[in-house]
C-alpha cells in the first residue's frame, strides 16, 4: 500500500550549488492529486554535543550567525564529511569548538533540524569526562565557550537566551530522557 500523503518527484532542477549547501527545486505530484513545487535545501548530516563537566556545567559556545544576525548561546555542533558520523567526528568537533575531548560520547538521538525545507540530519551526544585537548578552530569562526550550570538552562530558554533548536532539543533530552546522571 503507498502512502496517500507521498509526494513523488516528478523533475528536479540544482538551483544552487555552494560550499556548505545546495538547494534545489522539485516538482512532485501530490497525493490528493495536481502537481506542487519544493524547494530543497541539501545539507550534510551534522553532530551536536552537550558536554558535562563534573560539576554539571554545560560547555557552550557562543558565536555569531549572520542569517539571524545575532550572537547565539549553542552547544558545540558541526557537519560530517562524507556521511562520517563516528566517535571521532563528533570528538573533532567538540576540540575544535571548546578545547575538550571526552572519555564517555553517548548517543541521545538523531533528528531533521527543519524537514519542512531542509534534509539536514543531526545526531545527538552527551559528552562526559572531560579534559582540556583542543585542536585549531576553523578559519571562518570565532568562538567564546561559555560555562553553564545545567541547572539553568530551562530559565535561560525561557527568556530566550538559548533560542538554537538543536541546543534546545538537546539540552532537554539530557535533562529529561538521559539516564547517565
Known amino acids: 500500500m503507498t502512502d496517500p500523503q507521498a ?33 530543497v535545501v541539501e545539507h550534510c548530516e551534522c553532530v551536536c554535543i552537550v558536554p558535562l ?7 557552550m559556545v557562543k ?11 549553542e552547544i558545540p555542533a558541526g557537519g560530517v564529511e562524507n556521511g562520517e558520523v563516528s566517535r571521532e567526528a563528533v570528538l573533532r ?20 533540524t527543519t524537514p519542512g525545507f531542509c534534509d539536514e540530519l543531526m545526531h545527538a551526544y552527551v559528552a562526559t569526562g572531560l579534559t582540556p585537548s583542543s585542536l585549531p578552530p576553523d578559519d571562518d ?20 537566551t538559548i533560542m538554537d533548536a538543536k541546543s534546545i532539543a538537546s539540552l532537554l533530552m539530557v535533562m529529561h530522557l538521559w539516564d547517565g546522571r
Do not use: C
Open 7 to 39: 509526494e513523488h518527484t516528478l523533475g528536479s532542477e540544482m538551483a544552487y550549488r555552494g560550499k556548505i549547501l545546495n538547494v534545489r527545486v522539485d516538482t512532485v505530484s501530490l497525493g490528493r492529486g495536481g502537481q506542487g513545487i519544493r524547494e
Open 53 to 59: 563537566d563534573d560539576a554539571e556545567n554545560v560547555i
Open 63 to 73: 558565536q555569531y550567525r549572520k542569517a539571524v544576525e545575532a550572537n547565539l548561546l
Open 93 to 112: 568537533e567538540l576540540q575544535e569548538e571548546t578545547g575538550y575531548t571526552a572519555v564517555n560520547l553517548e548517543l541521545l538521538s538523531s533528528f531533521w
Open 141 to 160: 569562526e570565532d568562538i567564546q565557550v561559555k560555562r553553564v550550570p545545567l541547572s539553568q538552562v530551562p530559565d535561560l530558554i525561557r527568556k530566550g
